[in-house]
């Protein structure tokens, strides 16, 4: 069945379409008579306004898009949840996407919610986009005049707002913090490697063994692809070399890793600490508890959604802001105690 349109109401009276869309508004510049006409004919044909063609008029949709590369990561979950409530809290909603770490998912997202839908978007890249190093999709968005906040995995091919944790630091701290454990020799499992981020902790912890006079080793970067079996790569690691520690660059690795340690009969953390990124539910019930770097997820939303409404709202010219947030480390029990 053929939705109806404001064309074909004003067809029907032989009345103009703006005649029709301020009879549906009642607005107090049409009769009564007409008013009532036109309103009890769009209720008895189920009139629905075109949202986006309302948006087209109004110029806007006080709606926000949001597009992440992986929702099963909780550092993204935390992000939701703050940009949803800043956002909320000045009268927006938000539309959420995932791109699955797909470039063309990515892609085909951008267009649609750059299409009118919203009124801006919060992005963080898909790890296929930041491999490729494609970014005329976000280009046609600046284009457009369609305001944008990159956070935690951006480019520099983009001039946009950016939110960005520290990650080299995050790396180089969290090696640095091994080391003063007692732990010497020490691996990273990454599952995340194609990632500008996952770089960037990756060369954090080279710089932190070099400085402390350990051998890297670039054996011990473990990388993880979506088809790898990770119990057979973690096997393989142990096998050839004397481990001490493991630097897994997200909570679900951290997790699994863990499990797979106890399955093997490695005591945690006698004989293997593990340190994890990112402070989720996941990481404080499994025994023992696993030390995580917090990346500060639900602030990173807050002030995403902020510097987007506050760009949406301002009329004229503003510089754009690049904001680097600290990371902070959160001790638990699977790691040994600084002596």
Known sequence: MKKLTLKDIASHFGVSISTVSKSLKDSSEISAEVKSKIQEYAREHRYRPNRVALNLLNKTTRAIGVVVPNILNYFFTQVFYGIEQSANA????????????????????????????????????????????????????????????????????????????????????TTKYLLKTGCTKIAVVSSIYNSSVGKLRVKGYKKALQESGCNYDEKNVVEVGRNDDLQLLISLLLDNRDIDAIIALDEITAVDTLNILKLKGIAVPDEIAIVGFTNGRLSKYVSPALTMVSQHGKYIGELAANILIDRIEHEGEMPFTTKLVKTSLIERDSTKRIE
């Open 90 to 173: 000045r009268g927006y909603t938000i539309i959420s996407c995932i791109s699955d770490e797909s470039y063309k998912k990515e892609l085909q997202t951008v267009e649609l919610l750059g299409s009118g839908i919203v009124d801006g978007l919060i992005l963080s890249l898909s790890e296929e986009t930041q491999a490729k190093d494609e970014t005329e999709h976000l280009q046609n968005l600046i284009e457009n005049h369609i305001p944008m906040v990159l956070f935690d995995r951006v480019t520099e091919k983009i001039s946009c707002d950016k939110i960005v944790v520290d990650d080299f630091e995050a790396g180089y701290n």
